[in-house]
């Protein structure tokens, strides 16, 4: 494989403080050097990257993978490394380096783990059926030293709800989900998780309540952390307006003032990583009317571009989307280092897009891409 | 482009009060013509549905139309054609218009996008009832000639009811006051929002009415708890006798039907002096010729 030099970029790695114009020397599919413009490389391929963005190729913790067109998508997005959610039907695929999360229940009782212990046990898009079983299935993921992923839902709160609870949904006689819905559940996961320890990971955080009690948690010292997503970064429940399926999403979108909440909370820290929560249904399926149209979000090609709408901070942005990811559950990815798999993104912010996606210092998205 | 009847939310005072003209034509029986004879009016009720259904047809009917009815029962809707296949398909029959009614809200807007001909909503999902929100403030436009200053109270399940947002929107757009009442469970302050005054106290909301609305209360919400027992809600949300005698004594009393009898209205009151119920039927059907008359 011949060396590659990414020239001249604006270099971005957000866990080593690095933000500055460098050449990114390729080889052997790791990352060989990272100079000031204008390194030499015998027989390297340069591609002039300037004024173009070189990031730590994109972490997504969540998303629903079914077919070779998703891990596409993924790499149109930038992505090189994923955690598919349990739910997800793919079984081989090219592109992104691929782990997947074991499914933390089934139906009302605790699921199988793998034998090779899983980077995350997930509960997906739904909740336990009860706090007793979330209850032993921390305490046995514990044992195995594997995380849990939560997805906090009290289902009684969320009814027949499909949106966030507000004025859209009242005006629109749409049936809303509560706040509460998910509030209450992160209260109970985490005084759970206080009494019985391990490693937990909130998934899809959409409201300001949540966030507070987030707050709390950490502050006390439990190892918690915690996502949101792109399209919760963006849109509040208005997106709705006019029955628009695009606003139906899982968990629901909600009030103005908690996207601002969700904002803030990525910028200052508080949420440690933006999954994309990807998932594409049938296209049959995905059709209005509002209330029979399946959830979903073909959210992985456009989620660096959305979290940048959302006003995020390029170096937060970039963070949350592939070191902070990759720490939550450890997956050795997510940096600019020398000697760090080659796994990069080229990312275009004026027309915000990506244009060169590298994983292991092979080309997969973008000009020139192998065949 | 066709014109449809969608919702009242945003309908212009204007319009509705040119419906309202000349629907009033059609009740005095001033209107000889037929002017939409040789036309086909198709009822689409994806829901079901006796009382609208049959005061469109009949509307169409005085109208000349020819009335294709289509009904969930014995057609393919339940063989997993989608609503607009549905749509689609009646359409290409070539009718004048298509009065839709569905379970699903926003419905009626979707059918519009997608044919040529007119749309008019009978009821989409819990979003909005126009026709239903039209002649109950024709009902009350007759009598009162005008809305200023007037005060509505709409009392019941208001949260999943198309009748009282296409109330709430007309009543206001005509310059009344409205007043939301019922249980918390079913009335959320939410509706602030769109411009009503919400009130968990029915007697804050009736006294000083001049019209009091009451919803059919849906049985199955029982089931989801939203208030104890149906002998509670008759005793705390009900239009009692009792309630209704300390009304104003001018105001009346209108209910979108079918009656609950002594649930949401006590049998007196709904057949008593103060009662437009039979009135809102009859002009009903001059409204909703009004209306098709508007969309073709």
Known sequence: MSAIVLRAGRVIDPASQLDETLDVVVRDGRVAALEKPGAIEAGARVIDVRGLWVLPGLVDLRCVLHEQQDLDRALAGGFTTLLADPSSSLKEGRGPKLYRASALFRGSELAEVPLKAPPALSSGFGPATSAGLLRRAMQYARSLSVPVMVHAEDVSLTGRGLLGEGLTAVRLGIPAVPASAEVAAVATTLSLFADVGGRLHLSHLTCQGSLTHLREAKRAGLHVTADVTPHHLLHSDELADGYSIAARVWPPLRQKADVESLRHAVEEGLIDAIATDHLRPPAAEREPPFDLCAPGRDALATALADVLRAGISPTRAVAALSSGPASVFGLNAGRIVVGASGDLTVFDAKAGQVRYTFVAGQLLHGEGKAA | ?296
């Open chain 2, 1 to 296: 482009m066709p014109r449809h009847l969608i919702s009242l939310e945003g309908m212009p005072r204007s319009t509705i009060e040119s419906i309202f003209s000349r629907a009033a034509l059609h009740v005095s029986g001033e209107v000889r013509n037929r002017p939409l004879i040789g036309q086909v009016v198709a009822n689409l009720f994806f829901e079901p549905s006796t009382r609208t259904r049959s005061s469109f047809e009949t509307a169409a009917a005085g109208l000349g139309a020819h009335v294709l009815n289509w009904t969930v029962a014995g057609s393919s809707a339940s063989k997993g054609e989608t609503l607009l296949d549905t749509v689609k398909n009646i359409a290409s029959l070539g009718p004048i218009a298509l009065v839709i009614r569905h379970s699903s809200s926003g419905a009626a807007a979707l059918a519009a996008s997608a044919v040529s001909c007119a749309v008019v909503n009978a009821g989409d999902g819990q979003h909005e009832h126009p026709s239903q929100g039209l002649l109950d403030a024709f009902t009350l436009w007759r009598r009162w000639g005008s809305f200023e200053g007037k005060r509505i109270a709409i009392i019941g399940d208001v949260l999943h009811s198309r009748v009282a947002r296409s109330n709430l929107f007309a009543l206001k757009t005509l310059g009344a006051r409205v007043v939301f009442c019922g249980p918390p469970t079913l009335v959320p302050r939410w509706f602030e929002g769109l411009g009503a005054e919400v009130t968990w106290n029915v007697d804050e909301a009736t006294l000083d009415a001049d019209a009091v609305m009451m919803l059919r209360l849906q049985r199955e919400r029982m089931a989801e708890a939203a208030f104890p027992t149906e002998a509670e809600y008759h005793r705390r949300w009900g239009l009692t006798v009792e309630r209704a005698t300390r009304l104003k004594k001018e105001a009346v009393v209108l209910h979108p039907g079918p009656v609950n009898r002594g649930l949401e209205i006590d049998p007196e009151v709904a057949d008593g002096p103060r009662s437009l119920i039979l009135e809102q039927v009859s002009n009903g059907v001059a409204v909703r010729q009004a209306i098709l008359e508007h969309v073709s």
